[in-house]
T-cell receptor, first 112, second 108 residues
Framework: EAGVAQSPRYKIIEKRQSVAFWCNPI?????LYWYQQILGQGPKLLIQ????????DSQLPKDRFSAERLKGVDSTLKIQPAKLEDSAVYLC??????????FGSGTRLTVV | GIQVEQSPPDLILQEGANSTLRCNFS?????LQWFHQNPWGQLINLFYIPSGTKQNGRLSATTVATERYSLLYISSSQTTDSGVYFC??????????FGKGTMLLVSP
């Protein structure tokens, strides 16, 4: 089966600019996640979707981050305005019950 | 939420050596996975193993759910095994919590 697709692979922006990341999960996976991984740390959950509904966004900095999952398939994560501390790898994953998570290649964001 | 602790934090091996990585978790789990993060940052799923033992080539994993730990065994290590190994668990809320990882360096 095709994996989780993410784009872009890399992005460099200046602070206070906006940026968007895109994710296409594995076909048939109802659950989609966005994780943030800061250098030297393990990934941390930002938001979880079940189909097109939000299950958990308790760790999403809602003053600057937003995410949507239209039609329960693709998802977009946006940051506006970006801060230096947002520099990280943004990982998308999808899952189905009993099979665990599959992660995409990630988007490496550098804010300068 | 669930706490996940990994040990050791760093490990240096010579090619051909064997190693054991440990993961302790604070609650009963519905899901436990081991991942390898390669130098390009991609997380590769090694095992989905909430309980029992699985083997895949030179790698095997065992989770003892009643004692809240999991072990990842790497035998006859190769330089391509280098990278960060993450254990991640969820206790039933469908959200994986990651440990801090074990950084493995295999030298030729």
């Amino acid at each position: 089966e095709a994996g989780v697709a993410q784009s872009p692979r890399y992005k460099i922006i200046e602070k206070r600019q906006s940026v968007a990341f895109w994710c296409n999960p594995i076909s048939g996976h109802a659950t989609l996640y966005w994780y943030q991984q800061i250098l030297g740390q393990g990934p941390k959950l930002l938001i979880q979707f079940q189909n097109n509904g939000v299950v958990d966004d308790s760790q999403l900095p809602k003053d600057r981050f937003s995410a949507e999952r239209l039609k329960g398939v693709d998802s977009t994560l946006k940051i506006q305005p970006a801060k230096l501390e947002d520099s990280a790898v943004y990982l998308c994953a999808s899952s189905r019950k009993g099979y665990g998570y599959t992660f995409g290649s990630g988007t490496r964001l550098t804010v300068v | 939420g669930i706490q996940v602790e990994q040990s050791p934090p760093d490990l240096i091996l010579q090619e051909g050596a064997n190693s054991t990585l440990r993961c302790n978790f604070s609650d009963s789990v519905n899901n436990l996975q081991w991942f390898h993060q390669n130098p390009w940052g991609q997380l590769i799923n090694l095992f989905y193993i909430p309980s029992g033992t699985k083997q895949n080539g030179r790698l095997s994993a065992t989770t003892v759910a009643t004692e809240r730990y999991s072990l990842l065994y790497i035998s006859s290590s190769q330089t391509t095994d280098s990278g960060v190994y993450f254990c991640a668990a969820d206790s039933g809320y469908s959200t994986l919590t990651f440990g801090k990882g074990t950084m493995l360096l295999v030298s030729p």
